[in-house]
Nanobody, 122 residues
Framework: QVQLVESGGGLVQPGESLRLSCAAS????????LGWYRQAPGKERELVADITRAGTTTYGDSVKGRCTISRDQAKNSVELLLMSLKPDDTAVYYC????????????????WGQGTQVTVAS
């Protein structure tokens, strides 16, 4: 199992940048993929960005070019930097972990944090 705790959300103005952090309760080298998803009111949850153990990244179309995801092994965390924020970025942002290594085997399943609200408004 893994617990994920997000931080860094809040109210920001359009055009500003925001850094979100997700702390994992276990060594992130034992997690196959860490990522960020978001869900706006009335919309489906969508991928923002994710990163594998090998460092391969994937970005959602709506944030490409203004988003960076990174892993911090020392802190057992994954961070998301989102720049040039727009009102459409307003959503609850969720940290996600997929695939946990247990006793040498990989057990695939989805784990979610509680979410952090990001509101972009002037």
């Amino acid at each position: 199992q893994v617990q994920l705790v997000e931080s860094g959300g809040g109210l920001v103005q359009p055009g500003e940048s925001l850094r979100l952090s997700c702390a994992a309760s276990r060594d992130i080298s034992t997690i196959h993929r860490l990522g960020w998803y978001r869900q706006a009111p009335g919309k489906e949850r969508e991928l923002v960005a994710d990163i594998t153990r090998a460092g391969t990244t994937t970005y959602g179309d709506s944030v490409k070019g203004r988003c960076t995801i990174s892993r911090d092994q020392a802190k057992n965390s994954v961070e998301l930097l989102l720049m040039s924020l727009k009102p459409d970025d307003t959503a609850v942002y969720y940290c996600n972990a997929e695939g946990l290594q247990e006793s040498g085997s990989w057990i695939f399943g989805q784990h979610w944090g509680q979410g952090t609200q990001v509101t972009v408004a002037s």
